[in-house]
């Protein structure tokens, strides 16, 4: 893969990220800044996207437009839901959907499909960089919504109808994108643009959620980002 997009939501998503990946070329467009730097024969685009769904769509195709993009990964930080994960674990991605929108508006009208499945390759080599790392973490289901989730009641009610590991607020928006896009040069325009969720856990999405953000924000956003930029090298 030669052109990777990396998105994160929030500036502390990525502070780490592009500290460590040094100086970048910065390129303004349709309201967004891509970094872009090299490593080896990499180009690696850098963005952050803004809260929520339509500002991670839009981006997220404006990235894959204008740089030619052939692997997304989506960064940053999620609240836990599934009880044996903990603050500071990691989740990769297996699949994303949104939990705020019925998906039979998804799965009866165009694009006829309510669950986008992340890259079986992306998936291994970011659980093989964490164990490398003896970092916790773990593969499942990770659901977006437009509310930060700090509720007992509202989390239950989240992990009765679709069983997540995690909960944010972008996820499922970029895999759907990805989903519309196909890439040509690595897979002859037949597949969509690959692309893994990779977040560190910061909360627990509960009553407490909102104190357990503001204590682990910053750590959890460090970790991941280390975890991404290794990913990264590998590819």
Known sequence: MKNIGIIG???SELKDIRELLGKSEIIKKSGFEFYVNTIG???????????AKVNAAVCCQVM?????????????IAGGMNKNVKVCDIVVSNEVLPHDLDLHFL???????AVYKSDEKLI?????TCKNNNINSFIGR???GEAFISSNEVKEDILKRLNPYAVDMESSAIGHCCFLNVTSLIFAAKADVP???VRCISDNADDDGAMSFDEFEKTAAKRVAEIVIEMIKKL
């Open 9 to 11: 939501a929030m500036p």
């Open 41 to 51: 024969d990499k180009k690696i685009v850098h963005a952050c996207c803004g809260i």
């Open 64 to 76: 894959i437009d204008t740089f030619n993009i052939e692997a997304v990964i989506n960064t940053g």
């Open 107 to 113: 799965n009866d009208y165009p694009p006829y499909c």
């Open 124 to 128: 291994k080599l970011a659980v093989d």
């Open 142 to 144: 990770i659901v977006s």
């Open 195 to 197: 692309f893994v969720s």
